[in-house]
Each structure stands twice: as structure tokens, then as C-alpha cells.
């Protein structure tokens, strides 16, 4: 549908206790592209991401480096979170933080509110918690340490000792909420996605909710209770309302009436708190439940799931540095089903973009486009009468968009972008098989020769604009040397196909480079 629709999409929002890795730049590059052909459809977009600078973790953090959390958070902001948006082409709308006055005035507001409401009470906590998971942990959650922690309980997660929490907390009456919850699920089916992260979920709720402890007594990292401010709000709490207070909530109704609900994308790792406890805080307010919650795979490393904290991580720039942003970003939404997990591999993120991106994709725009510069002195030939090769090319064109478009609305990236490559392979087969240097050869094949070419040139055009969510850098040098109106981001991605475009072409550098790559480790050397 391009009418304008309001299409808000979130990421997490990221601790700031350590600096991202390519796990944290998946989910960025996952929601990106949603924004961008969502914003490229005309739809009223609004992309939100951020971080998340409270609580204990990032307390023991800043402590441990000798400065003070804020200080701690400002640092890790200016130095690694933000300037992870630009190495990876984030086009975001809006940053937040929870240490903006925006956030944690409107967090306080919605508190009073669930007090004001008798969702709120006060009672004694006694379990374990997670500092890592920044979670309480049912016993189930927890495993039998080894090594050094052998003889402890530690969370199945971190693989870290959990701690033994006695505090006197403030409650939100969350048990209240599980049929209201299953009868959400129920009603709306796409509320969690994919199924394996809904069947997790439902049969949790299932089982009954317990309250949830939402104050902290012993630390003070964190905005305070409205009216008691002995206790600071529970970091979970805390962080999901960053969804509502980036859009308004409190302070501007309108921005706030017209962007929520959210469409969220986060790992399946902490769906569950976006699921059930994050609508349930939002129906105990009165307001609207997400629009859907997506819990995507994790990136496995060695099999595992990839972290810092077990020195698996792999720093974004360390792919970026060599095969540049775009390459990054079709790697990760190419070879990974969206929704499962994934293995990275050194080797098969080159083996990807020479084949696909450089001999694929970069040598057909490059080859064409030098063609019309040979054959035509860079001016596009206008087509003569369609053959049936011609037209089949033109048919593809408009399938591939609709059934692209199709895609992303289930948010299956993977699958839009295996679409629009049938239009790379097909275009490719096409030009081997209509021989344009061998028409070129002979005058009396001109007009077919145009119309070869010109076919090419109006499909590596649907190319340009139907990749630019996902290769927004490559494009926009294949859109320039077409000589498109305006930028190729503004271009209407639904009529992908009916993209107008100069007269003439003119020079295009290498999209893909060659790069040499170690045959040992299948790096880059
Ligand atoms: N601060 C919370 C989220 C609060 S949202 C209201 C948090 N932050 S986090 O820094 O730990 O980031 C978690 C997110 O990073 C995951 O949900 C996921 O999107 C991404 N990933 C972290 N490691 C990942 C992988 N190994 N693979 C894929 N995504 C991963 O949790």
C-alpha cells in the first residue's frame, strides 16, 4: 500500500557497559532496511534506535574504569554507538538515550500513572538475579557453573555466577495481565513472529505470570520512583518505555498519536520482554500494544552465539574496513534467513561478494553501461518493437518488485532480496544470450542492438532502485552514472519498474572492487 501509511520500526536499545559488535550492527542493518523501502514506498516512516545506560551493568562498568556512569555513557556514545551508524549507513530518525530529560521524565510520568491505577505495590523480593541479563532468574534458567564457577549456580546465558537478591521492591501486578496477553496472541497471530519465537512465548504465558519486581533499593543508577526516591526504577522498565517516550509520549501528543504503535525488531533473546511484559505495562496504561514484535536469530560463531563477554565478538569495521558498508549489509540479509539463526563465515562473505556482488551485480551494471557508451556514445537508444527475451525481462521487472514488496511486509528480507536477484541472473542470461557485441558488428542490427540495450538499461535502473535499501552506496553510483532525477532513495520502490531516468549515461567506477583475500583463512589479507 503506498498511502503513506505510518510505519515505525525500533531497534533495541543497546547497553553501553561495552562497544558493538556485528551481532548489535545485524539488528541496526535488519530495521535500516525495513526503514528504507519503507521510506522509499512513501509510507510516514519514523526509525527509532538507541541505547540503554542504566542500571547495574553499566554501574559496575563505569566503576570499574574509574568514572561515573553518565561519564561512562557519554563516552561510550560519542565513541562507539554513534559512530557505529555511519560505519554501517543507519539512516535513523531519531537517537535516544535513556539519560535524556525527554526519557526519564516521561518514564516517571507513566509510573504515577500505574500507581495512580492500583497496578503498583510494594512487597519483598527474594531470588536471583542476573547482572549480565540485568533479569531475575527462575531457577530454571540457571545451570551448574564449571571452571572457576564450579559449584555455583550461573545463568545459562552469561555463564556468570547470578546473585542473591532480598529487597524491599515496588510490584507491578503483571499476573493480572495473562489472558488478556493469550487472547492478544490469539486474536493477532503476527503479533510475535516468526512462529518459533510465538510458540516460546505463548506457552510461557501459559504457565501463569508472576508480578514483576520494577524498583532497585540498593543502587541508584537509574530514574528515581516518583514518589519514593529511595528506589530507582528496574532497568527493563525502564527501557522499554524508550519506545513511547522517543515518540511523544507526556509531551507531544500528536508525534505521539501518529507514530505509535511500533513495529519492533529484536533478537529473539529478549523477545519475551517485548512480548509480555512491554504490553502489558502498555494495556495497564490504557495505551496501544506494539504492532509486532519480531525476534530474529543470533549470529553463531563457532556454533555459539556470538559475544564479547565470550570473546567471540567481531567489531563491524573489522568487515567494513574491506569490503565497505554495502557488502556488509547484503552479506547479513542475504545469507541469513531472517528469523533463524546463522553462521558467520569469513570465507563465505567472500565467496558472496565476488560472486554476487562483484561479478554479479557490479560487472553487469559496469558492462552495460559501457556498451551504451561504445555502441551509442553514451546516449540510451530508444527500444524498437519487443521481442519476446525483451518483454520477459520487463515482465520480471514488475513480478520481482510486487513479490519483493511482498516480502518485506512479512518482513522476510532474505527472501525480497532473493527476489530482486532473479532480475540480476535474468538480465545476466540475457545479455550472454543477445550477444549485443556481436549485433554491434553489423549495421543492419542497429535497432535491435537499442533495443537490447535499452531493455538492460531500464532493468540495472529497477535494479538501482530496488536494491537501494539494502546497498544504498552502490546504488546511488549506479543511479548517478544512469543520470536518474533526483536520488535514488526517493525513488517510488512499489513502481520500481517505471523509473525515469536521463537520456544518456556516463561513467561508473567499480561498485565491488577486487579484493585479495588470504587463501589460509579465507580473510582479507
Ligand atoms: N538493553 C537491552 C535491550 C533493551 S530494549 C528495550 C539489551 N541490549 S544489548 O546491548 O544486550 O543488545 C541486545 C540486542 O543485540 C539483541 O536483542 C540483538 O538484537 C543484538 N544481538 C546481540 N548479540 C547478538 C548476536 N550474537 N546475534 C544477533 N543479534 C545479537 O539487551
Not at 521492591?169 to 490469539?186: G, V
Not at 520494577?214 to 527501557?239: C, L, M, N
Not at 542490427?445 to 538492460?456: F, K
Not at 530496488?466 to 532525477?485: D, F, I
Request: hydrophobic share 40%.
Amino acid at each position: 500500500m503506498s498511502d503513506g501509511s505510518s510505519f515505525y520500526i525500533t531497534t533495541p536499545i543497546f547497553y553501553v557497559n561495552d562497544v558493538p559488535h556485528i551481532g548489535h550492527a545485524y539488528t541496526e542493518v535488519a530495521a535500516d532496511v525495513l526503514a528504507r523501502w519503507h521510506r522509499q514506498a512513501g509510507d510516514d516512516t519514523w526509525f527509532l534506535t538507541g541505547t540503554d545506560e542504566h542500571g547495574q551493568k553499566i554501574l559496575r562498568t563505569a566503576t570499574a574504569n574509574g568514572v561515573t556512569p553518565k561519564e561512562w555513557a557519554d563516552r561510550l556514545v560519542e565513541s562507539a554507538w554513534q559512530p557505529l551508524l555511519k560505519t554501517i549507513d543507519i539512516s535513523n530518525d531519531d537517537f535516544i538515550r535513556t539519560t535524556d530529560e525527554r526519557h526519564e521524565v516521561n518514564v516517571q510520568l507513566f509510573l504515577q500513572r500505574l500507581f495512580d491505577a492500583g497496578y503498583i505495590y510494594t512487597g519483598e523480593y527474594e531470588g536471583y538475579y542476573c547482572v549480565g541479563c540485568e533479569e531475575y532468574k527462575a531457577d530454571s534458567d540457571l545451570v551448574d557453573g564449571t571452571g572457576e564457577y564450579e559449584g555455583q549456580k550461573v545463568c545459562a546465558i552469561h555463564s556468570k555466577p547470578v546473585e542473591l537478591l532480598k529487597e524491599r521492591n515496588y510490584f507491578f501486578k503483571m499476573s493480572e495481565f495473562s489472558q488478556r496477553l493469550l487472547d492478544l496472541y490469539e486474536e493477532n497471530p503476527n503479533f510475535i513472529q516468526p512462529e518459533s519465537v510465538r510458540n516460546e512465548i505463548v506457552s510461557f504465558v501459559r504457565r501463569g505470570l508472576t508480578d514483576l519486581s520494577i524498583s532497585r533499593q540498593t543502587f541508584d543508577w537509574g530514574v528515581k520512583v516518583p514518589w519514593d526516591e529511595s528506589h530507582v526504577v528496574y532497568v527493563w522498565f525502564d527501557a522499554l518505555l524508550n519506545y513511547i517516550t522517543a515518540a511523544g509520549y507526556g509531551y507531544d501528543d500528536e508525534a505521539f498519536a501518529s507514530r505509535w504503535p511500533a513495529t519492533h525488531i529484536v533478537g529473539k533473546d529478549i523477545a519475551r520482554f517485548h512480548a509480555v511484559i512491554w504490553p502489558a505495562m502498555l494495556m495497564a496504561a490504557g495505551l496501544e500494544v506494539p504492532k509486532q514484535v519480531f525476534g530474529h536469530g543470533w549470529l553463531l560463531v563457532g556454533g555459539e552465539k556470538m559475544s564479547k563477554s565470550k570473546l567471540t565478538g567481531i567489531a563491524p569495521n573489522q568487515i567494513t574496513d574491506t569490503f565497505g558498508s554495502d557488502a556488509f549489509r547484503y552479506y547479513f540479509m542475504r545469507a541469513i534467513n531472517f528469523g533463524q539463526d546463522g553462521s558467520f563465515s569469513w570465507e563465505d562473505l567472500s565467496a558472496r561478494y565476488q560472486a554476487e556482488l562483484a561479478n554479479g551485480f557490479g560487472n553487469l551494471a559496469s558492462r552495460v553501461i559501457a556498451m551504451v557508451t561504445r555502441y551509442f556514445d553514451g546516449v540510451i537508444p530508444d527500444a524498437g518493437v519487443l521481442d519476446a527475451p525483451d518483454q520477459a525481462i520487463r515482465d520480471t521487472e514488475v513480478r520481482v518488485t510486487a513479490a519483493a514488496d511482498a516480502a518485506i511486509s512479512r518482513l522476510a528480507i532474505h527472501e525480497a532480496i532473493a527476489q530482486v536477484w532473479q532480475l540480476v541472473d535474468e538480465l545476466n542470461g540475457y545479455i550472454t544470450l543477445q550477444e549485443p557485441w556481436a549485433l554491434s558488428k553489423d549495421p543492419a542490427n542497429r535497432e535491435r542492438l537499442g533495443t537490447v540495450l535499452n531493455t538492460a538499461v531500464r532493468g540495472i535502473g529497477t535494479l538501482a532502485v530496488l536494491l537501494s535499501p539494502v546497498l544504498p552506496v552502490a546504488t546511488s553510483k549506479l543511479w548517478t552514472a544512469l543520470n536518474g532525477a533526483g536520488a535514488v532513495s526517493d525513488q517510488p520502490i512499489r513502481s520500481a519498474f517505471d523509473w525515469a531516468g536521463g537520456t544518456t549515461v556516463s561513467a561508473l567506477e567499480p561498485l565491488f572492487p577486487r579484493i585479495e583475500t588470504s587463501e589460509t583463512d579465507g580473510s582479507a589479507a
